[in-house]
T-cell receptor, first 111, second 116 residues
Framework: LAKTTQPISMDSYEGQEVNITCSHN???????ITWYQQFPSQGPRFIIQ???TKVTNEVASLFIPADRKSSTLSLPRVSLSDTAVYYC????????????FGAGTRLAVHP | DTEVTQTPKHLVMGMTNKKSLKCEQH?????MYWYKQKAKKPPELMFV???????INESVPSRFSPECPNSSLLNLHLHALQPEDSALYLC???????????????FGPGTRLLVL
């Protein structure tokens, strides 16, 4: 399974765009990049998933370069409620849906 | 309904007690999971059930015993736990056991367990 590296923590202010980059140098051909968000004392929640280039949904955008060795989660105009831990996970498309969480990035949004 | 429910929300037990955690989903999902999460750490996979059969056990001690009575229900039976087993226990479900694009896991809010 591909190992991921993310910043341990980030700080931002309300209204700013936040970009969280995840490194996954040994990602496999069949792996999809998936991001989950976790608020304190809650279970993780799926945010976005992609294989390459750019994916956008109502919550975030995900940028994956051609070599797929990294990915960037972009949160536009964050609010205080975006304060959470964000996990980047490569998910193998052909096997059991086994989530192996890395350390994640603790995002703190300040007023 | 995209909800996974877990009961109880909180549980305090002694090392000689037997207790059970319960998880339910009514989304027709055929895969269900137990994770353990210690404070300030990421969730760690414990068990995977696929079509009501145990398919993955991540070398979890036998004092944790999972059970899947039907496709909507997942239990975790606890016996002779240690204080270091205190953690948030998360249940999740997904439509198919095999991963793939768009295949996501839905997590419940967890049961916070304290072993004294």
């Amino acid at each position: 399974l591909a190992k991921t590296t993310q910043p341990i923590s980030m700080d931002s202010y309300e209204g700013q765009e936040v970009n969280i980059t995840c490194s996954h140098n040994n990602i496999a051909t069949n792996d999809y990049i998936t991001w989950y968000q976790q608020f304190p004392s809650q279970g993780p929640r799926f945010i976005i998933q992609g294989y390459k280039t750019k994916v956008t949904n109502e919550v975030a955008s995900l940028f994956i370069p051609a070599d797929r060795k990294s990915s960037t989660l972009s949160l536009p105009r964050v609010s205080l409620s975006d304060t959470a831990v964000y996990y980047c996970l490569p998910i193998f498309s052909g096997g059991y849906n086994k989530l192996i969480f890395g350390a994640g990035t603790r995002l703190a949004v300040h007023p | 309904d995209t909800e996974v429910t877990q009961t109880p929300k909180h549980l305090v037990m002694g090392m000689t007690n037997k207790k059970s955690l319960k998880c339910e989903q009514h989304m027709g999902h055929r895969a269900m999971y137990w994770y353990k999460q210690k404070a300030k750490k990421p969730p760690e996979l414990m068990f995977v059930y696929s079509y009501e059969k145990l398919s993955i056990n991540e070398s979890v001690p036998s004092r944790f015993s999972p059970e899947c009575p039907n496709s909507s229900l997942l239990n975790l039976h606890l016996h002779a736990l240690q204080p270091e087993d205190s953690a948030l226990y998360l249940c999740a479900s997904s439509l198919n056991p095999a991963g793939g694009p768009g295949e996501t896991q839905y997590f419940g809010p967890g049961t916070r367990l304290l072993v004294l």
